[in-house]
């Protein structure tokens, strides 16, 4: 064989045993959603067992799991919409509109990226407590939209970026001036972006732990708080944990597939185009 | 022209949402962290004792042993991450098939909630059941050894991170032309070579970015060690984020936590900035 060969050959291996590590806890968690107390403790993996449904039963049922379900598809949807409402026409003005001190806004905005959660979850628990705000789904979707806003300006402004110039001037020329340009052109140009921002903007909300931690209260506690509920409590419930944690991981695996090619672009801040 | 304010009005609702929600609370807490004030007398008045929380702060043996344990995390997640990242990435750019249907599988980790792969690995690691335990017949309990607790949380890191880096350095990688390549095979230059000499230079901004964003998100750790071992045992896994949760909402000494944050906050600016100088430098991040 020539050498070129075992290179490709070694790539195979190399990226086939990067899956297996990758996707072995994944399988593991979701095959004990399946079983029964008796295969989960025991001293040899049981590959080979009867699945039950039980698990699942108990998390909907007795566990009310979907409650978090509920709150965390309201938190998620309210924090992307707000986001999106303020920030695509932001991302179009410091992507094409003349601005005073451009570059100053866009650095603040950057700057907001790097801005831990943790600094800012103590004053803002602070501030709602005075608000009477703690434990509302407000409290949550403002929490929320401190990272999301953020990505939704820099996302869109790369997305209004690549637009050729041409496009918009020519509906200018036609009269529905600079906003109409925004609305008409640019906008539709930009849908698939604009989608792919959103679902991330879904993703990062569904998962944060540390803002639902701090400011959400009993009604309102997002999946992540349910999920963290069940694990190092004194008689961990394995198989129900692992039900809510494939319950929780299904939306987020459809999400991130649909916005595949845009992840990237999404997680670095538009800093790579992907 | 007539829509010359247009921009601003478009640009204003962000700007504003933002000092509301970001810059405004960050001013509050430097304020605050000012005063010495505990969450269970909120009602008192609050007594001003100036720089005193920060000198606290600097002489607190907690802060030291987090901030170390921090530094650890970070350096050796970020560099696992960024080794093992840049072998996949090379090895998907070496597969003629498969590497979207690879590239699916591979990003997995990175958008599961970092409190479900906090679980994955409870269980995966449990000494009694867990399937390290099954298969190897020992019974190690990782999150419960202060020796081991914390590179098992850097494992659990790589992990979710891994993903990260090679689609990022993978990117990279396809964006380099393919004349590049044709002339180095014209002049019969081995696999080890190309990379050395092309690959490898042309990846450099991806790289840059992949330890901006690493060093500024492990620095500030939280979910999976909370989740995992809330800093134990003892102190063997606090990091600083913990700390700050913790005494803020545990101790509820809201001033001091306030002061660990304007910390966090601060240390973090200073370290992106460094990057961000270099990566302007090159002219990746405009």
């Given amino acids: ?274 | 022209m007539r829509n010359k304010g247009l921009g601003h009005w478009m640009l204003a609702p962000a700007l504003l949402l933002l000092l509301a929600l970001i810059i405004g609370p960050l001013f509050y807490s430097a304020g605050l962290s000012a005063y010495s004030w505990n969450l269970t007398d909120i009602d008192l008045p609050k007594q001003f004792t100036g720089l005193a929380n920060y000198t606290k702060l600097f002489g607190d043996p907690t802060v030291g042993t987090a901030v170390l344990n921090t530094v650890i995390y970070v350096v050796f997640a970020v560099g696992i991450e960024l080794v093992l990242g840049f072998l996949v990435a090379a090895a998907l750019f070496e597969m003629t098939k498969g590497r979207r249907l690879a590239n699916a599988f591979i990003l997995l980790p990175m958008i599961i909630a970092p409190v479900i792969t906090a679980l994955l690995w409870r269980y995966l690691l449990d000494p009694q059941f867990g399937l390290v335990a099954q298969l190897t017949g020992t019974s190690i309990g990782w999150f419960g050894d202060a020796q081991l607790a914390l590179p098992a949380l850097i494992a659990v890191d790589v992990w979710q991170w891994t993903p990260f880096v090679i689609l990022i350095l993978h990117a990279g990688m396809l964006s380099i032309g393919t004349e590049q390549f044709e002339a180095a095979s014209i002049d019969g230059a081995g696999r080890p070579t190309i990379y050395r000499r092309i690959v490898i230079p042309a990846i450099v901004p991806q790289v840059m970015i992949v330890l901006l964003f690493r060093t500024m998100d492990t620095y500030r750790i939280f979910d999976t060690v909370f989740v995992l071992t809330k800093g134990g045992p003892g102190l063997s896994t606090e990091t600083i984020g913990l700390y700050t949760y913790r005494t803020g909402f545990s101790y509820f000494d809201m001033g001091y936590a306030m002061a660990l944050s304007i910390f966090i906050l601060v240390t973090v600016v200073i370290i992106s900035s460094v990057y961000i100088r270099l990566l302007r430098r090159r002219e990746v991040l405009t």
């Fill in chain 1, 1 to 274: 064989m020539k050498r070129r060969d075992w290179w490709v050959i070694g790539s195979y291996v190399v990226v086939g045993v990067f899956l297996l590590w990758v996707l072995v806890p994944i399988v593991t968690v979701a095959l004990n959603s399946l079983k029964s107390p008796q295969d989960i403790f025991s001293s040899t993996p049981q590959l080979v067992f009867t699945p039950t449904g039980d698990n699942y039963g108990k998390v909907l049922g007795e566990l009310s799991f979907q409650t978090f379900l509920v709150n965390s598809t309201i938190v998620a949807l309210g924090s992307t919409l707000l986001s999106i409402v303020v920030g695509v026409p932001a991302a179009y003005a410091l992507a094409r509109l003349p601005v005073r001190g451009r570059e100053w806004w866009a650095w603040l905005i950057l700057f907001t990226r790097m801005v831990p959660a943790v600094a800012l979850v103590v004053p803002m628990f602070v501030i709602f407590q005075r608000l009477q705000l703690l434990g509302t789904y407000t409290a949550l979707v403002a929490a929320h939209t401190t990272f999301n806003l953020p990505i939704v300006i820099w996302m869109m402004r790369s997305f209004f970026e690549e637009l050729p110039r041409d496009l918009e001037e020519a509906a200018q020329v036609d009269g529905t001036g600079r906003f109409g340009a925004f609305l008409r052109v640019a906008l539709p140009l930009t849908s698939p972006g604009l989608a792919a921002t959103g679902v991330l903007c879904l993703l990062f909300s569904w998962n944060e732990f540390l803002f639902a931690l701090v400011l959400s209260g009993r009604e309102t506690q997002t999946v992540p708080i349910g999920v963290a509920s069940f694990i190092g409590t004194v008689s961990v419930d394995w198989g129900g944990s692992s039900a809510a944690a494939v319950l929780a991981m299904i939306p987020v695996f459809v999400l991130g597939l649909a916005a595949q090619r845009f992840l990237v672009r999404g997680l670095t801040f538009g800093a790579v185009k992907g």
